[in-house]
């Protein structure tokens, strides 16, 4: 079983709506911080949105604030990402990661981080 699974990816028009899922197994995911990075196709991966263990969000990608939601239901052992108002720049894959914490900067692999396999989001008429 992986231990991150996303979900919740597909086509969706322009200024239309998808919520993705990241199911945790086999760890805590309170006890970590979720991130959520993106890879459109020809470009490098990049940070989008992270949620601290605290709580506190952090936004790497500034196009999608007031755009872009990160939460997590502790009960379920999964975070989301609610993404609203979608542009065709928004098409990539969306990844879910598991950190220590949200990291600053520009981010470095770090083997301790786990990630999931990611879902396809194609924003397109």
């Known amino acids: 079983q992986l231990p991150l699974v996303e979900s919740g990816g597909g086509l969706v028009q322009p200024g239309g709506s998808l919520r993705l899922s990241c199911v945790a197994s086999?760890?805590?995911?309170?006890?970590?911080?979720i991130a959520w990075f993106r890879q459109a196709p020809g470009k490098e991966r990049e940070g989008v949105l992270c949620?601290?263990?605290?709580?506190?969000?952090?936004t790497y990608e500034a196009s999608v604030k007031g755009r872009f939601t990160i939460s997590r239901d502790n009960a379920k052992n999964t975070a989301y990402l609610q993404m609203n108002s979608l542009k065709f720049e928004d098409t990539a894959v969306y990844y879910c990661?598991?950190?220590?914490?949200?990291?600053?900067?520009?981010?470095?692999?770090?083997?301790?981080?786990?990630w999931g396999l990611g879902t396809q989001v194609t924003v397109s008429t």
């Open positions: 949620l601290s263990t605290s709580g506190d969000t952090t």
């Open positions: 990661a598991a950190m220590s914490t949200c990291y600053s900067g520009n981010y470095y692999y770090n083997p301790y981080d786990v």
């Open positions: 086999g760890f805590t995911l309170n006890d970590y911080a």
